[in-house]
């Protein structure tokens, strides 16, 4: 759905948009036709708290009176220093959680696992969050996308970017001192990278991803083995690129399950789209599966 001819008494709704096109992040929330946020005092309702509406009017949530409002623009400014420093290239921005969150994502580069000529590319990604309802923080997370298979998952390894600024007064601080962690993505990627070639390196057999599956679905009920079942096919699929021959065949297995088969269902808060997408990224789960791989003394 375009957010330019959304009517404006719905508030914005979940969907990405595509902001290639833009060179900072005030372009950015000028395509997506953002303003300002407002925080009114309930001093008449319920002392000590306030109420956040969106740029719409729309309500978001009754927060406590040392909630601090960041605006959209302040929220994200400092994804425009890293980008200065990195050189990745805005991708997509939207809205999550009914407007009550926004995220902004980059692409920074490629790696290639294996042999070049092969063509196993996955792209890096840099995705910076934030609320307007003080479910989150501020914060900046690692994604990888892998494009043979369309798998997306979070990062794996020990080590993140130390950007996370809570909703306070000290979070402006926080944000401005933002461009001095890109170093810190660099070091990471190549750390996730290494450990991408180091999977491919090592082979296993189908007996290797019985265990693996054992340890990430423990339990001995239908839907765990149907769910180990659905995981197994996947570790020789080549339309997805696995070839039942290496870890990372094992590793791909399971996000090509969470990102193509795993069944997302309507909440209370997001439809079954919204769930999905966020499942796909969901870090928790390729962390699992990685920790499943050396649990299993496979790698």
Request: aromatic share 8%; charged share 25%.
């Amino acid at each position: 759905m375009n957010i330019v001819a959304q009517n404006l008494t719905e508030g914005r709704t979940f969907g990405m948009h595509d902001v290639s096109e833009c060179g900072n992040v005030n372009e950015i929330l000028d395509l997506l036709q953002l303003g300002d946020y407002s925080q009114e005092p309930l001093d008449h309702v319920c002392e000590g708290y306030s109420l956040i509406k969106d740029d719409y009017g729309k309500p978001l949530s009754i927060v406590s009176d040392t909630y601090d409002l960041l605006q959209p623009l302040e929220c994200f400014s400092f994804m425009d220093a890293i980008k200065s420093n990195l050189g990745f290239e805005y991708k997509n921005a939207g809205f999550t959680h009914g407007g009550r969150r926004m995220m902004i994502v980059a692409e920074y580069g490629e790696s290639c696992v294996g042999d070049p000529k092969v063509g196993d590319v996955v792209k890096k990604r840099v995705v910076a969050r934030t609320s307007f309802d003080g479910t989150i923080s501020t914060n900046i997370k690692m994604e990888l996308y892998r494009l043979w298979c369309k798998n997306g998952c979070g990062n794996w390894i020990t080590g993140d970017i130390n950007i996370r600024a809570r909703h306070s007064k000290n979070q402006r601080n926080i944000l401005n001192d933002a461009i001095d962690q890109a170093t810190g993505v660099k070091n990471v990627f190549m750390n996730l990278h290494n450990d991408m070639q180091v999977m491919n390196n090592t082979k296993v057999t189908e007996l290797d991803m019985n265990r693996v599956a054992d340890i990430i679905f423990p339990n001995d009920t239908t839907r765990a083995d149907t769910i180990k079942r659905l995981v197994k096919q996947e570790f020789h699929n080549e339309e997805r690129g696995t070839f039942g021959k290496s870890a990372w065949d094992i590793f791909n297995a399971f996000t090509s399950y969470q990102n193509h088969i795993k069944v997302a269902r309507d909440g209370k808060k997001a439809d079954k789209r919204e769930n999905h997408f966020h499942s796909a990224y969901d870090p928790r789960f390729a962390k699992n599966v990685r920790k499943a791989l050396s649990q299993a003394m496979i790698c």
